[in-house]
């Protein structure tokens, strides 16, 4: 079979279906050009390389000669990666969930040839059940649509655009005040699941930003049903099946309300903000547990995601030759034959596997035979402790099975939240290598994602990069720069920090709102202009942006930083009001604007034994707005 356009692409995803029987483009002018020119109507999907029920939709529909016959007489098919072009993926995912409801990945949308999108669904079947269309369905009949009624479906499209322009902050934006942060724990406190712990029902996230908040809110108020809720479901989480007992790191979520289930995907995000979050519980409690599961991420990333220039590939997938879970779940012969019957009989007892296995078939519903390894109490972590060899023997086994797709392409934004991890854990956990790391990264970062005139761009694989830096990028690059500069106190850290501050401020905000705009003032412009409003999967962009700003201001006392963090803070003020609970990041932010900050001055010879002593006591003070700053002596031009 030939290959199609998406053959000279860098991303694994586009990569994936490159010899598809579909004629797919990139995204690009000559896509667009072609549909205005020959009146073709563009179906243009959306996913990931690491994504289940892409590679569900792949196999259904764009391997098929008969899908891809439809789709080639009577539209312009787009394929685009949404970790490469988070943008478009803003744009058309809030047009689903605004024509639909609901929203997800893989995702399908059909638009007019000026992009205007008319429908909207995720993943679709070849054909219809139950009701549902599927593509063998829907394709003609929207093709027909075209032909006959083509003013309804722009007009539909028109509506919809109109609809995502209004500005979310028209509306009377009241001051926010430190009353609001109450709300919020509040907000939390009542989705709390007091049974399993996490927040909601089934599926699950790990959400590490609302852990982070609530550890934050127990350091200003002391409040210890704060510092429970973050308690038992870090424990929850270590034990469950989301977590990796063999190999270590975290997967996506669960799919159950007991954490026991997980779709089996690892996404270098979910790692570095649970990476965090333990380090955090455990300078709070002293509990060795989120110590070692901190250590244990670490060791994760550095066995299986490290790339040889020194930042971190994005993400592995869930599935192996088709089938989800295959490399992580055991049946119970398999473990008997690596350990033995009586080493097996207690390392099964431990981490819950039975001959009939745990794990259900996700279409049937039937068991599979295989387990999920997990612990059913915090107490089995103790005897999961003494089977450290039987878990070496497994995971030996484990690594001769084919691994699961591993995409390889550098995230900037999500190796700079790395970054601020690995800085933070350094310093709570006295791990200086793991503060080599972070620099390591940061070096990947100025060194490949970064152009000649200093612009951050957005990812690179096999050293080709060629898409622009987003918002993100820029905050989560300068935030985990701020946060390497707190580990370490090297001044070129922060003059980075403030460089790329300055950049994200020029760049992506809003002169007259405030707001932070997803794409930069200069780049290609969407039918709207992508703007991250809560904090999702992980922070937003603009929740990242307002805690750099702050934190600038509180450094080096330049009130233009205190004023881009006050514009910013009002721009979300409406949307904050309505829903705190959704704006975790941002609050933790907030709170250096709207409660009292301590700064900490130290001025000294870097390199002297006394200044280094007082920088360290500093550091391990667990005081949620502190900031420290060291005066050099001699002091370097740069901060003169």
């Known amino acids: 079979m030939s ?55 792949a196999h259904e529909c764009f391997e098929d000669n008969d899908v891809a016959a439809l789709m080639n007489r009577n539209f312009v098919a787009i394929k685009v990666d949404r970790e490469e072009r988070p943008d478009i993926d803003q744009v058309y995912m809030d047009a689903c969930q605004r024509m639909t409801g609901g929203g997800g990945w893989p995702l399908t949308v059909f638009l007019t040839p000026d992009a205007l999108p008319f429908y909207a669904a995720t993943y679709i079947p070849k054909r219809g059940s139950r009701g549902r269309p599927g593509m063998m369905d829907l394709l003609p009949l929207v093709a027909e649509k075209w032909q006959t009624e083509p003013e309804q479906l722009i007009k539909v499209g028109q509506q919809v655009v109109d609809l995502l322009n209004r500005s979310e902050g028209a509306a009377a934006a009241p001051d926010l005040d430190a009353a609001i942060f109450a709300r919020a724990t509040g907000q939390l406190g009542a989705s709390f699941d007091q049974r399993h712990a996490g927040f909601g029902k ?101 066995r299986d ?12 997938d869930a599935d192996t030759d088709g089938v989800e879970g295959l490399f992580y779940v055991w049946s119970a012969a398999e473990i008997r034959q690596h350990l033995g019957k009586a080493p097996a009989q207690h390392f099964s007892t431990v981490y819950g596997v039975v001959a009939e296995g745990n794990f259900h078939d996700e279409a049937s519903g039937e068991l599979t035979g295989t387990n999920i390894l997990s612990l059913s109490t915090s107490v089995a972590l103790d005897d999961a402790e003494n089977l450290a060899e039987a878990r070496h023997q497994l995971l030996t086994a484990r690594q001769q099975r084919t691994r699961p797709h591993r995409d390889e392409k550098l995230v ?71 946060d390497l500069y707190a580990a370490g106190f090297e001044t070129g850290d922060l003059l980075r920090a403030i460089d790329l501050a300055g950049r994200l401020a020029d760049l992506f905000q809003d002169e007259q709102s405030g707001c932070l705009y997803d794409t930069a003032h200069d780049a290609n412009p969407l039918v709207v202009r992508p703007r991250t409003g809560w904090d999702g999967a992980i922070p937003s962009a603009g929740s990242v942006a307002l805690d750099v700003f702050a934190r600038l201001f509180l450094l080096t006392g330049d009130l233009r930083w205190r004023t881009r963090a006050e514009r910013l803070l009002l721009s979300f003020s409406a949307q904050v009001t309505r829903s705190p609970g959704g704006f975790t990041r941002l609050l933790q932010a907030a709170s250096c604007l709207l409660e009292p900050s301590r700064e900490l001055v130290v001025a000294g010879r870097q390199e002297a034994s006394e200044t280094q002593a007082l920088l360290k006591v500093a550091q391990q003070h667990v005081n949620a707005n502190l900031v420290i700053l060291l005066r050099p002596e001699p002091l370097p031009a740069e901060l003169a």
Not at 19 to 45: G, H, K, T
Not at 222 to 246: F, K, N
């Open 3 to 57: 290959a199609n356009r998406l053959a000279g692409e860098a991303s694994p995803y586009l990569l994936q279906h490159a010899e598809n029987p579909v004629d797919w483009y990139p995204w690009c002018d000559a896509a667009f050009e072609r549909a205005r020119q020959e009146n073709m109507l563009i179906l243009l999907s959306i996913g990931y390389s690491t994504c289940h029920w892409c590679h569900v939709m």
């Open 202 to 302: 089934a599926p699950k996230f790990p959400r590490p930003h609302d852990l982070s908040f609530l550890l934050h809110r127990y350091r200003v108020t002391g409040d210890a049903s704060l510092l429970a809720m973050v308690e038992q479901t870090l424990v929850a989480m270590r034990c469950g099946g989301i977590y990796d007992h063999l190999g270590f790191g975290f997967h996506r979520y669960a799919t159950d309300a007991a954490w026991q289930v997980p779709h089996f995907e690892k996404m270098l995000y979910d790692q570095a903000g649970l990476l965090t979050v333990y380090a955090e519980a455990f300078q709070l409690t002293g509990n060795p547990m989120y110590a070692r599961t901190a250590r244990e991420i670490v060791t994760y990333l550095r």
């Open 305 to 316: 995601m490290r790339a040889p220039q020194g930042a971190f590939y994005s993400a592995e």
């Open 412 to 482: 900037t934004g999500w190796n700079g939240m790395l970054i601020s991890a690995l800085a933070k854990a350094s310093t709570v956990l006295d791990e200086p290598s793991f503060y080599m790391d972070a620099r390591q990264v940061a070096r990947c970062i100025e060194a490949q994602l970064t152009t000649s005139d200093g612009r951050l761009l957005r990812c690179s694989r096999d050293g080709t990069a060629s898409v622009g830096g987003f918002a993100e990028d820029y905050a989560f690059v300068a935030c985990g720069l701020l």
